[in-house]
């Protein structure tokens, strides 16, 4: 069986790990502090709060950006439910705009029509590990004089015109096991704003400036130095995973760019894709999915609903058509593309899908 995602825990973790256990400073300590100045400066970012997971990251990003009752942020239906829901969480209502049909993202033109003078911000997604078109989206920001939120939870290290994600706005990672890296539940948050990063940390720690004062509402978002200790680690493997995720891309399109009825991933014009998954448009999607768990090979449908119509939202009245991400929705397959696959298993992957044919 070949996996469509395999977390690594390598023994340099199991010791980071133990010493924590050690240590007896167990929750958020010395090790998260140490995770967040190596991320902020891996990201070229001035702060970087770490949380408990990507979406408690993105709730306290709203909140920390003042979005409340009476207030809309416009975002994708084409992604993980947490991207809107964050947006629930605060009050406020996530309006959806329609994507790109080649890289299932925001389409510029459609997030403009969704402003209304109710926007405060947009909430981009760089999905599958390739960056949004920012071009776009930040200049329409700016001329809306709205906020710019990135869910970055799939792409850590993609690039966007040479810009890392995370250049434009307050910006959101997880780190669950799925991930291009790991802390098995975690996230963080970037941004170059000292006072969205000091409204973070309160946030995140039961608006608590120092102990037992309690300034504002707040949460237990933390992460502990657990799970920080493994991001220490993981963070060094980053940039060799990534790069081999991309060569293993590489070989997915070579083989698989010819096959009729499937489309491979288009990367977009002077981007880096750090494919956190490899999707492709496929015409007859459900017999592909059929015909890889035959054989043996793990995929996925990302996503089989889009976010506007799940029940949660069709409960909320969410009555909106948008034809792009509903089509992607019945054509995305996402194949394995982990660093951990062998030359072997690309190999047999491509097989398979070509003896689909
Ligand atoms: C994983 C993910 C999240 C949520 O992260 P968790 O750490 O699982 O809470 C949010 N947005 C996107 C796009 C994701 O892929």
């Known amino acids: 069986m070949i996996s469509i995602s395999q977390p690594h825990i390598g023994d340099e973790e199991k010791a980071a790990v133990l010493q ?71 009050g406020a209502k996530p309006v959806f705009a329609d994507i790109e049909p080649e890289y299932f993202m925001l389409d510029p033109d459609a997030l403009e029509k969704a402003i209304t003078p109710r926007t405060k911000a947009i ?12 071009g776009p989206i930040a200049e329409i920001a700016a001329r809306h004089h709205l906020a710019i ?50 409204r973070a940390r309160l946030i995140r720690n039961h608006g608590s400036p120092k102990r037992y004062l309690h300034a504002s509402l707040g949460y237990n978002f933390r992460m502990t130095d657990l799970q920080a200790a493994i991001g220490l680690v993981q963070l060094q493997k980053l940039e060799a995973w990534n790069a081999q995720r991309k060569a293993n891309a590489a070989f997915l399109t ?38 890889l768990g035959k054989k043996g090979i793990g995929s996925g449908v990302y996503y089989p609903i889009p976010i506007h119509q799940q029940p949660l939202y069709k409960d909320l009245g969410y009555d909106v058509t948008l034809p792009v ?31 689909m044919n």
């Open 20 to 90: 924590v256990l050690g240590s007896g400073q167990l929750a958020q300590g010395p090790r998260v502090k140490e995770f967040e100045e190596q991320f902020a400066a891996w990201a070229g970012r001035k702060f970087a709060v770490a949380t408990s997971s990507g979406t408690t990251a993105l709730h306290i990003a709203m909140l920390a950006h003042g979005i409340g009752a009476g207030d809309e942020v416009v975002t994708t239906p084409f992604s993980f439910i947490a991207s809107a829901n964050c947006v629930l969480y605060a």
């Open 123 to 134: 909430l981009p997604v760089h999905l599958f590990g390739q960056a949004a078109d920012m």
């Open 254 to 291: 070579e083989k698989l760019q010819s096959v009729s009825g499937v489309t491979t991933p288009k990367v977009r014009q002077g981007s880096e894709h750090v494919f956190h998954q490899y999707t492709l448009r496929v015409e007859n999607r459900d017999e592909l999915l059929d015909h």
């Open 149 to 198: 939120i990135e869910d970055a939870c799939q792409s850590h290290g993609a690039k966007y015109r040479g810009q890392m994600v995370g250049s434009w706005g307050t910006t959101c990672y997880s780190f669950y096991p799925t991930k291009n890296m790991t802390t098995i539940e975690g996230g963080m948050i970037t941004t170059d704003d000292a006072e969205i990063a000091e």
């Open 325 to 355: 991400a509903e089509a992607a929705s019945r054509h995305v397959l996402s194949i394995p593309v982990h660093p951990g696959l062998s030359q072997e298993n690309l190999e047999e992957i491509v097989a398979a899908i070509v003896s």
